[in-house]
């Protein structure tokens, strides 16, 4: 098992501007080195939406969006994988609309895998569904992936469910409003002999029903829970850093503890 560039791309979305916070991805990745880039939770429809129907009218169906199609096509062209949050519209067996805080992870040649949001957090209750997948793990360049989606940190059962299931690496797209998860995902880190990447997103979105600032301060730790980079709370940040995977593998804290 050997090296691996991953990052996270941390920067400002603005509210419905689903083109213009593409075009800024776009941007700011179209020269990078690395295997796997995570971006926040919600990073083209932006977060804090005043009902459902203006949730539906921005959600996309994965199969049929011009956004993943464009981020396919940037995977493709840089030999990339991403992890990124998605509003995601789907239309159920019964002919029912729902709608999940998604993370996708994509690459060159297809979505390998959609997570729905399991711990929807605060004013998501009145507007998202409630995650309906399981917690998966995907193998990309032999590398373990498992993904889940800011609030989840809270549920320490999370990150445990995908390290049993042998991740490397947990892919976190976040829009984190509390003070507690950088710190926390320290420890979900050593508690699970994982990698994790935490991409949160900055800056504040003024509705006319209320305000949210977010807390930025996007990180990678290692399995011993150390911070590798770790961004400013309001700074545009791309941030890639090498490592050895097979750290993730190896469960030997010390010569006598397995
Ligand atoms: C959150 O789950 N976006 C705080």
Redesign the pocket.
Known sequence: MGMLKIGFFQFNPEFGRIRNNLEMVLGALDGVQADIIVLP?LPFTG?FFKDRQELFDLAEPVDDSPTVDALLHLCRRRQLHLVTGFAEKVVDDENVDRVFNSALLIGPDNVVHTYR?L????T?KGYFDPGDTLLEISVVRGVRIGMM???DWAFPEVARILALKGADIICHP?????THCQQAMCTRALENGVYTVTANRYGTEMRAHGELTFTGQSQITDPLGKRHSKAKPHERCLSVVEIDVSRARNNQLTAKNN
């Open positions: 939770e977060y949001k711990h929807l957090f605060n998501e989606v800011c609030f976040s829009n984190l409003v509390l």
